[in-house]
């Protein structure tokens, strides 16, 4: 297995070898056309990149000969001086040993010495007429021969369609699966079993081209946490790790503007003013971090400071102002639930809303992220000790894994995401309060509604009254958790628990909140992907 660091210097190769063989091309139009302003234009931002990309792999001595090589095409862009006679020589020949370099590192071998054209080049760059020895190109290309790269660049796109193409093989593998048990066929049934391994193979490999390290999305941060700072008068300190962790490139591009708003908050609310630390008895700067890790087959993103955390009350009483909840069942909600209040739309404690104050202002962005993603939010505070936002990831979004519940004859699918248990309880383990049942887990009181009337009660009005006289025999009980809310689901059994390939719902049926989509089993039957975020507010809105 490849290490990081060769994956690194993988990445850095096949992007400096296709910036150099686009610069020799656009050296040679220029030496044509001189005053094609466009191609002096690319070169320029062709070296930058090369400049920048290679001081932040490390490659220090890259990325001087190519800061050098850029102040010349900045000098001929300002028409401070014309491309002609010997500076395009020297730039052709800095070209040339700037290629070897980007060689070497491919080879893992010596770098070639550049002190000479440092020097050179410093010349030119102050006005100098300098001189260079050309040296012929041929193979007799210096020896060596032309490459290249080992890697090359893929559309998303083109990885979408080829992981969707990948998706109906799997639908039809497990449907072959089936029939070659129902069938009985020992030769079929080997086929199959060949089959599996191959597109799991293939369905994996098409998977991890998507992954990319959530560095490329974290390091853009840096730059965010010091323009909040500044703009609040506060002192921060980002610290960052996990940015090589691996995951869906469509899963980081989901959750950019929410990790935006969380960090943009954890800066403006979360962390106090200098002074306010100082008088707290803190240090006066202070400390944020954003960490990548992995979890069994999640990813973990947290968003972590050491501010004054969330004042609980505060939320809890904003809470009732808004008529989320009254002031009864506010009263017996913990913190965990309290918090949750924070992710609806529009909800904030700041008593002057601006772009970026106040826990709340944007935050239901991050919960509607997460949503679309089947992933779930994590909160932990404590007061004057700061507070920590912890998204969960699927690894990718292509693939899920689910549990198949079945309700009068038809198969439902649950992502295990936002699974938290599964019961067969007896009817005295059962209570009702306030007109729905009610049982115990972990120590916890928890909802229970039955699943056919989340989904075939029509209109606004409450859900019936619970009655366990309607009980009998074992009940199946699926716990989910949304939002740091359970709630039980009564289905009539558990089928089993599968990876599913989800696919959209087309009209008239995409417009119903309570599916996420719609898989097709091994037996041939559709199944519907159930949305236990949009289920668990269609209770709360219904709960008698």
């Not at 689910?402 to 009068?408: I, S």
């Amino acid at each position: 297995m490849k290490s990081r660091e060769d994956e690194y210097r993988e990445l850095f190769m096949a992007e400096a070898l296709e910036a150099y063989d686009d610069m020799s091309r656009h050296l040679s139009e220029l030496e044509r056309a001189p005053d094609d302003k466009s191609v002096l234009n690319e070169l320029f931002r062709l070296m930058h990149n090369l400049k920048s990309s290679a001081r932040s792999m490390g490659h220090t001595a890259i990325g001087e000969v190519a800061h050098h090589l850029e102040s010349l095409f900045g000098q001929v862009r300002a028409s401070e001086r014309q491309f002609t006679g010997s500076l395009v020589r020297v730039i052709f020949n800095g070209l040339d040993i700037l290629g070897a370099m980007i060689r070497a590192v491919g080879a893992n071998a010596e770098m070639p010495d550049s002190s000479g054209l440092l020097n050179l080049l410093d010349r030119a760059i102050a006005g100098e007429e300098v001189e260079v020895a050309v040296e012929s190109e041929t193979e007799e290309e210096s020896g060596r021969k032309l490459e290249l790269s080992d890697l090359v660049y893929i559309q998303v796109k083109k990885l979408d369609k080829l992981l969707n193409l990948v998706g109906e093989l799997v639908i039809d593998r497990d449907r072959i699966l089936t029939l070659a048990e129902e069938l009985d066929s020992p030769a079929l049934r080997a086929t199959a079993r060949h089959l599996f391994r191959i597109s799991d193979d293939l369905q994996y490999s098409v998977m991890d081209a998507r992954l990319v390290g959530v560095g490329t999305l974290l390091n853009r941060f840096p730059r965010v946490v010091r323009d909040v700072a500044t703009s609040e008068g506060k002192e921060v300190e980002l610290t960052m790790n996990g940015q090589d962790t691996q995951i869906d490139r469509n899963v980081l591009q989901v959750i950019a503007d929410a990790l935006l708003h969380l960090v943009r908050n954890a800066v403006s609310h979360g962390l106090e003013t200098p002074a306010e630390r100082v008088a707290a008895g803190k240090n006066p700067t202070g400390q944020l971090s954003l960490v990548a890790l992995t979890e069994r087959e999640d990813v973990l993103i947290q968003v972590s400071d050491d501010g004054k955390g969330i004042d609980t009350e505060v939320v809890r009483k904003k809470a009732i102002e808004r008529g989320l909840t009254t002031a009864g069942v506010a009263a017996n909600l913990d913190d965990q639930a309290v918090w949750s209040f924070l992710f609806e739309p529009g909800f904030s404690t700041a008593s002057q809303v601006t772009d970026i104050s106040g826990r709340g202002v944007g935050l239901d962005v991050v919960k509607r992220a997460l949503d679309s993603l089947g992933g779930q939010l994590r909160v932990d505070s404590e007061p004057g000790k700061g507070t920590t936002f912890t998204l969960v990831l699927p690894t990718s979004i292509a693939v899920k894994g689910a549990l198949l519940v079945e309700l009068d004859g038809r198969a439902y699918a649950v992502a295990l995401m936002h699974t938290d248990t599964v019961l067969s309880l007896q009817p005295a383990q059962f209570s009702v309060v306030g007109g729905l049942f009610v049982t115990h887990v972990q120590g916890r009181a928890v909802p229970v509604v039955p699943l056919a009337q989340l989904l075939l009660e029509e209109g606004d009005e409450p859900l019936p009254l619970a009655s366990k006289d309607s009980l009998h025999g074992l009940q199946n009980v699926l716990i989910v958790n949304y939002n740091n809310r359970r709630l039980g689901l009564l289905v009539d059994k558990f089928v089993r628990q599968q990876n599913i390939v989800v696919k959209p719902l087309s009209k008239p049926l995409d417009h119903i909140d309570l599916f996420g989509g719609v898989t097709l089993l091994g037996s041939g039957q559709m199944c519907l992907v159930l949305d236990v975020p949009a289920l668990t507010r269609l209770f709360l809105a219904r709960r008698p």
